[in-house]
């Protein structure tokens, strides 16, 4: 790697030769801070004129909604001082200095630049049209104002209804089927970084756009040019009201079936300083509202019912700017849930299928605290960025469980089981990356340590009865106690090489992870019948229930595990492929891992592995990319070790030395086309291959309902997937709009089946096909009135070779309608009715269709200020937890209780203060 490093360093210095370099800039007013057109000069260090250009006013790269006037000379080759003028009527002339230091620097960056008026100028009130969405290459800017909402929608809504974008139930934002790293507002985190704090709290009328773009990370910021750290960003721009002084939104409701929600939002915006505090505490959920964009499907409910009390409090600081800040955040959340669960499972087996059915209870409370800290520090030449994170978790409950096996008209046993646990968790985690500008070149080295405690006690009492086989009941009383610990440090620095256009980047890491586990089982019954209780169990006295220590099944084990990873990066920005950018990574890393491990007798498994894992990108921002590469790993070390695990009652598990190393391979690209009336189409595609994967062999005794499951390494894991995303508005005013996503995949899936009178599994090869459509028309022909249609469709084939296997073509479709209105006496109405059916599987209850219709009825007072709601949620009583989920072993039917249709009325009050402008 050496040698092929010093010839690169050779041909790049060559190619730095005589090349032309640029001087770029920008200019604000030093007043508002927006972007000016004025007239610059570029001079020698004696005031010659150079050249001379007029800035471009644009808006910022952050996204933050501001603009800045930017310029840039090219062609100069000479290494020395330069000066730059600028020139604007109205304004005083404004001056930098610069200096061209190697001539292995592509450009130079000249200091921001700041004029002053000569005198004021008169306010101008600017008025635009409502167009939904701007796309500027592969920047999408959304204007918020052009969404006709429901009164009172937080985000989560709003972000919902932009075009190309999808909000999945647990939060996470995919816009043109590209998964959202960052949720920003204003261009910082809000509440540390936590979208859904964001999502369900910040209200959406707060809101003045919303942009999507790939923004640069602190080393392509330090170097002015794409060093690879891009994150792909979602940034909520609030309107001007909202952005300075205080604002405020309160809502409390109550409803019918005992639902109640009360949340606040209070924040403080100044150029100094942000503070918020929030709080949510509701029993819908984790704040399940009536949904009134025809998103909520069945398979969405939450399970069970669950009551929430959250709050938060945040602090930034901005140090010096925007760009230096020291953030701190404490977060509160509690939630107790109840959650019944019925489940029907069959399990295809030759000679007889095996049915077994589920009914449980599980009562749950946790309480979790969070504080987060950041400090940013940004200098010309220089970042530091660091993370200080500390969490806290305590989670109890209790369950009881009723199993019953059964196969034709046999019962072939049931079981009774009682438990009750309890766990503690605590984490630490601090990071520090850092970054050091040298002339065309950069230093970076990083830190991060982290550090995780966790404490387990389970108390369980299970009876196991064989009718059919008349074997004694199997009488058990289990207490577990497991404490937990690992422990990570990484640290790793590079150095890269500029050389005008291109970049070579030479770095080396170090992981060292280290896991400890103690899994102390305790057969209480062979003490006697009890009964116990878990909080008469706890540390203290394990002296007095040591002889009831299950030797077979209590284990303990130390992981020590090391990794040296050397890399070699190339970079170049329009090379000759295609004028394309060209990433390529050429990393080595030696892995080792030893586990000592104690059950019932030692065992040592240690590895020691070299993996060379190259990636190669290369793109066109505002066009296309490809990508591709190649991951190892081990697989799960505790796996590796031969042993038999039969602690719970009609399960054996065991252990496998013989698994092999995971590699993992993926090619994947896309190409994007942007053209007038807001016309938008993606396109992707991938190919992902696992070999080795780590499967399951399930070996099914009828006998006993006894089920052995061992890991295997298997081969032959591969898919293909691809989307075609369009959006675009239909007439010239631009009130009819249309959103289509088209998705397709293909899985060949490897798994281990069970064949009754085998010894062991065999191999089982499953054809999976999964094709897509959603598809979404919107029209909003005045102020205060839209319309919209709704519908998706999800074709499934699973099919395979095996003689006793029945092949499954099904279809999951739904289709629907939501409008929001505005009626006499300034009431405000929004309803969506959607239906969600499925058809094509053999058995009949699979075949379902449900109608859900939420509805809101709305009025504000005072100006807008005072808001009440009349929701509706689950109108036709349809909206049922029952899922069901068919693959090659078998089927399975869960029905949870859920939460009940209900009436909610709420109030919401808002505010917002602005400070009085200085004369």
């Not at 721009?237 to 809502?251: I, V």
């Not at 990636?615 to 921002?621: A, K, S, V, W």
């Not at 006499?824 to 094509?840: H, K, N, Q, S, Y």
């Amino acid at each position: 790697m050496l040698t092929c490093f010093s010839l690169l360093f050779f041909s790049l210095s060559l190619h730095a030769q005589n090349r032309l370099h640029s001087v770029r800039g920008t200019i604000v007013d030093g007043f508002t801070g927006e972007g000016l057109a004025a007239k610059i000069f570029l001079m020698t260090n004696d005031s010659a004129v150079i050249d001379t250009t007029t800035a471009e006013v644009v808006e910022l790269p952050d996204g933050t909604g501001g603009t800045e006037g930017w310029y840039e000379f090219r062609g100069v080759t000479e290494k020395g001082h330069y000066i730059v003028r600028a020139v604007l009527d109205g304004y005083e002339d404004s001056y930098r200095r610069c200096e061209l230091r190697s001539i292995r620097e592509e450009h130079i960056s000249v200091d921001k630049m700041y004029m002053h008026q000569l005198h004021e100028l008169n306010e101008v009130t600017v008025t635009s049209t409502k167009i939904k969405m701007v796309m500027r290459g592969d920047t999408i800017v959304y204007n918020a104002n052009a969404f006709n909402l429901a009164e009172g929608s937080m985000l989560d809504a709003l972000v919902a209804r932009l075009p190309g974008a999808k909000l999945t139930k647990d939060g996470k934002i995919y816009v043109n089927g590209k998964y959202v790293e960052n949720l920003l507002v204003n261009g910082h985190d809000f509440f540390s970084g936590s979208p859904k704090v964001a999502l369900e709290n910040l209200p959406a009328y707060s809101v003045s756009k919303i942009k999507v773009f790939d923004k640069a990370g602190h080393v392509s910021e330090m170097m002015g040019q794409d060093k690879g750290d891009k994150a792909y960003t979602m940034d909520v721009r609030l309107k001007k009201e909202y952005s300075t002084g205080y604002m405020g939104n309160l809502e409390a409701g109550i409803g019918t079936q005992h639902r109640y929600t009360s949340r606040g939002l209070l924040m403080k915006f100044s150029d100094r300083e942000r503070i918020g505090t929030y709080f949510n505490m509701n029993n819908l959920n984790d704040n399940q509202r009536a949904k009134l964009d025809g998103q909520w499907s069945p398979e969405d409910m939450p399970d069970g019912l669950l009551a929430t009390k959250i709050a938060g409090l945040s602090y930034i600081r901005f140090l010096n700017g925007y760009n230096e800040w020291f953030e701190s955040s404490v977060d509160w959340e509690h939630n107790s849930a109840d959650i019944m669960t019925k489940t029907n499972t069959q399990t295809y087996l030759p000679g007889g299928d095996v049915f077994r059915k589920a009914v449980s209870l599980q009562q749950s409370s946790r309480d979790n605290w969070s504080s987060r800290n950041r400090l940013i520090l940004y200098k010309k030449g220089g970042f530091s960025s660091n993370f200080l994170n500390v969490n806290y978790m305590k989670r109890t409950g209790w369950g009881t469980e009723a199993q019953k096996d059964s196969v034709k008209n046999s019962i072939l046993s049931q079981l009774m089981e009682d438990n009750s646990f309890q766990t503690k968790d605590f984490n630490f985690s601090f990071r520090s990356n850092n970054g050091l500008k040298v002339i065309a070149d950069n230093i970076g080295w990083n830190v991060n340590l982290t550090y995780n405690r966790n404490k387990q006690y389970t108390l369980t009492s299970s009876d196991v009865q064989y009718p059919t086989a008349g074997l004694p009941h199997d009488l058990r009383v289990r207490y577990l106690n497991a404490p937990n610990q690992n422990l990570r440090l990484d640290a790793g620095a590079e150095y890269t090489f500029g050389f005008h256009t291109r970049n070579v980047m030479l770095g080396y890491s170090y992981s060292y992870l280290f896991n400890k586990s103690d899994n102390l089982l305790y057969r209480l019954d062979r003490l006697g019948s009890g009964p116990y209780k878990l909080d008469d169990l706890l540390p203290s006295s394990a002296l007095s229930i040591a002889s009831a220590l299950d030797n077979g099944n209590t284990f303990f084990y130390r992981e020590h595990r090391n990794e040296h990873k050397v890399m070699l990066r190339y970079d170049a920005r329009k090379s000759k492929l295609f004028g394309a950018n060209l990433t390529l990574e050429l990393p080595v890393r030696l892995l080792s891992s030893s586990l000592s491990y104690e059950r019932a007798g030692n065992y040592g498994v240690s590895r020691r592995n070299l993996f060379f894992e190259p990636t190669l990108r290369i793109e066109n921002p505002e066009a296309w990319n490809i990508q591709m590469g190649v991951k190892s790993e081990f697989p799960e070390m505790t796996l590796l070790v031969n042993y038999m695990d039969d602690s719970t009652p009609l399960y054996v598990r065991e252990g496998n030395a013989g698994l092999r190393n995971i590699h993992k391979y993926y090619v994947e690209g896309g190409a994007f086309f942007h053209s007038t009336h807001q016309q938008a189409i993606n396109i992707r595609v991938g190919y992902h291959q696992t070999d080795n994967a780590v499967a399951y062999s399930l070996v099914y005794d009828k006998a006993n309902s006894l089920s052995r499951i061992r890991p295997v390494s298997v081969n032959g894991n591969w898919n293909v997937d691809g989307s075609i995303g369009f959006t675009r508005a239909l007439d010239k005013a631009q009130k009819f709009t249309v959103d289509n996503q088209l998705t397709a995949e293909y899985r060949h899936s490897v798994d281990m089946a069970t064949f009754v009178g085998s010894l062991v599994s065999e191999r089982s090869v499953v054809r999976n096909m999964i094709l897509g459509d959603e598809l979404r028309v919107d029209y909003q022909p005045v102020e205060g009135y839209s319309f919209s249609l709704h519908g998706a469709w999800k074709y499934y084939s699973i099919s395979s070779k095996r003689e006793d296997f029945a092949d499954i073509h099904a279809t999951g479709y739904n289709v629907g309608f939501n409008t929001t209105l505005t009626l006499p006496w300034e009431f405000r109405l929004t309803t969506d009715v959607t239906m969600f059916a499925r058809c094509g599987y053999q058995q009949s209850e699979l075949n379902t269709t449900d109608w859900i219709w939420n509805a809101q009825l709305s009025r504000a007072f005072f100006s807008g200020r005072l808001l009440t709601k009349l929701q509706a949620f689950d109108l036709l009583h349809q909206l049922n937890s029952v899922r069901y989920a068919v693959n090659e072993q078998g089927r399975v039917e869960t029905w949870h209780n859920s939460i009940p249709r209900y009436l909610m009325l709420t109030l919401a009050w808002k505010f917002n203060i602005n400070p009085k402008k200085k004369r």
